[in-house]
T-cell receptor, first 114, second 116 residues
């Protein structure tokens, strides 16, 4: 596709359930980032993938959060045993490479844990 | 570790006037990039402009320009001839070139309101 695609756009889940959020980056982009944005707040870094290198997981807030990137393209962010504080917009971005002069975001997934 | 500081939580500007949004950064990398994004109330993150640390000229994109002062570690965004549609949250970000610094690090943002 032309841009970064995220699905679902909205997700409501019950506390304690697992959720999977998907990010489809721009074709050919080797760098992929996940961020979390709580209401009215800035962007909190979660994880960064670059090509086949080991991902930078330094931003994952707990072991309930994990992410993978298959075939260097699509990425899935998984949150296990969701808590109400996980409610936020989860944003994915991609760029051509680690030194690219542009990085583009998807529309985000709004996650609500009830 | 790298850090971005945006000291203006909110700014107001009159339509058709210019406005400067401040951004300072800190990094130990010699090579890095600076980005500005616009986030309107719809929530999408719109890429505006990029400045590389070795670029000698200030970046410009239409009504946006980046006032890059490397010695002062500042990368202010200048919006000329403000329009009502410029009202949004603006984020400054940087990306280093080594290890974990290659993640995009964001500032806390500045909420810009353009007044008619």
């Amino acid at each position: 596709g032309a841009g970064v695609s995220q699905s679902p756009s909205n997700k409501v889940t019950e506390k304690g359930k697992d959720v999977e959020l998907r990010c489809d980056p721009i074709s050919g982009h080797t760098a992929l980032y996940w961020y979390r944005q709580s209401l009215g707040q800035g962007l909190e870094f979660l994880i960064y993938f670059q090509g086949n290198s080991a991902p930078d997981k330094s931003g994952l807030p707990s072991d309930r959060f994990s992410a993978e990137r298959t075939g260097g393209s699509v990425s899935t962010l998984t949150i296990q045993r969701t808590q109400q504080e996980d409610s936020a917009v989860y944003l994915c971005a991609s760029s051509l490479g680690p030194l690219s002069t542009e990085a583009f975001f998807g529309q985000g997934t709004r996650l609500t844990v009830v | 570790a790298q850090k971005i500081t945006q000291t203006q939580p909110g700014m107001f500007v009159q339509e058709k006037e210019a406005v400067t949004l401040d951004c300072t950064y800190d990094t130990s990398d010699q090579s890095y990039g600076l980005f500005w994004y616009k986030q309107p109330s719809s929530g999408e993150m719109i890429f505006l402009i990029y400045q590389g640390s070795y670029d000698e000229q200030n970046a410009t994109e239409g009504r946006y320009s980046l006032n890059f002062q490397k010695a002062r570690k500042s990368a202010n965004l200048v919006i000329s001839a403000s329009q009502l549609g410029d009202s949004a949250m603006y984020f400054c970000a940087m990306r280093g070139s080594s290890g974990s610094a290659r993640q995009l690090t964001f500032g806390s943002g500045t909420q810009l309101t353009v007044l008619p």
